[in-house]
């Protein structure tokens, strides 16, 4: 097993490890260029490639169902959680006095997340899975064959309708200004999301064989947008402040890496589902937080810090928390 996480985390450490030292030859710019490419070209290729060559009518029920589910219990568990904290910190003696901003600045509590930026930073790092890139990289080693087919229709429901569908929504919520017609923005921004068109396309053309040449490049562009997304989280990395950075992002990170697979092995083995059904899941539901939020932040202009926070934490944990879900569903 330890040769198995090794061979997938080197390329982890490898291109983030680039993207930290390149960050300082570059271009301020070339990050939000970088992610604005992978939202609008990258990322539809992945899930276009992964389409056409997946098969879903096996599994069609029980699968999307839990993706759906682990990301409305993220979302339901993370807006309450700043609400808590609002009400919290609103309750503090003088909360208003020096002594206590102070005394409140150097507190391991984490405070609320003030701006609306962070906020929606909060919620996507909570739900957003990457199910994609490390997903698909380390969970088929675990599961046997006849299911892997579960972990590829669980990223691309997860990515479909929870990064670019419920993750599009919260970032354009977030990252934008009041305006009077905020319903029809959001509506227009789901609408015109690229991976769903994407998926739209690889779903009703897998029945089309195309030229060896295209198929062969087109699944090769998996392996482009990989490396890109992981210099993406290199160079954001490289901005982060130390605690101050990370200390929002415990929380978010323990929902994601620990809570939400938590609660999905227990209700899998309630409902019966077992063996490597059941390992799958509760992987997929365990992955680090997802790099789509970094690409959602560059284009909606979200906190990237705490996002890029979150995805430090959860990836950390993963060597941890894959090990004990072995040990625990065996």
């Not at 098969?55 to 993220?74: N, R």
């Not at 899941?281 to 996002?307: H, K, N, Q, S, W």
């Amino acid at each position: 097993m330890t040769d198995i996480l090794l061979h997938a985390y080197l390329p982890l450490f490898a291109w983030t490890g680039l993207g930290i030292v390149l960050i300082r030859f570059l271009p301020d710019a070339l990050p939000r260029f970088l992610g604005r490419s992978l939202y609008w070209v990258g990322v539809p290729l992945e899930i276009l490639a992964l389409t056409r060559r997946s098969q879903f009518s096996l599994q069609a029920g029980v699968v999307p169902m839990v993706a759906v589910g682990v990301l409305l219990v993220g979302l339901l568990l993370s807006w309450l959680t700043l609400q808590l904290l609002e009400v919290f910190h609103a309750r503090q003696p003088d909360a208003c006095a020096p002594e206590t901003q102070l005394a409140l600045s150097h507190s391991r509590f984490p405070t609320p997340p003030a701006s609306r930026p962070t906020q929606g930073s909060f919620i996507l790092s909570s739900i957003l899975a990457n199910t994609g890139f490390v997903g698909l990289a380390v969970v088929p080693a675990f599961v046997s064959a006849p299911y892997l087919s579960w972990v590829v229709l669980y990223s691309v429901t997860h990515n479909i309708l929870g990064s670019y569908g419920i993750g599009v929504v919260i970032a354009s919520y977030f990252g934008r200004a009041e305006s009077p017609d905020r319903g029809w923005r959001q509506l227009r921004d789901v609408v015109t999301v690229p991976s769903l068109w994407a998926f739209c396309l690889g779903s009703t053309t897998q029945s089309i064989a195309l030229p060896t040449v295209l198929e062969q490049g087109l699944q090769a562009s998996i392996w482009v947008v990989i490396p890109a997304a992981l210099l993406l989280m290199g160079m954001r990395i490289s901005q982060l402040q130390g605690w101050k950075s990370l200390q929002m992002a415990v929380i978010p990170a323990g929902f994601k890496a620990i809570l939400l697979p938590g609660l999905v092995g227990i209700v899998t083995t309630l409902a019966g589902i077992t063996g490597d059904a059941r390992l799958a899941l509760v992987l997929m539901a365990g992955m680090p937080t997802a790099f789509a939020g970094l690409i959602l932040a560059e284009e909606y202009e979200l906190d990237r810090e705490l996002i890029a926070s979150s995805i430090v934490l959860t990836s950390g944990l993963l060597v941890l928390t894959i090990p004990l879900g072995l040990f625990l569903l065996s």
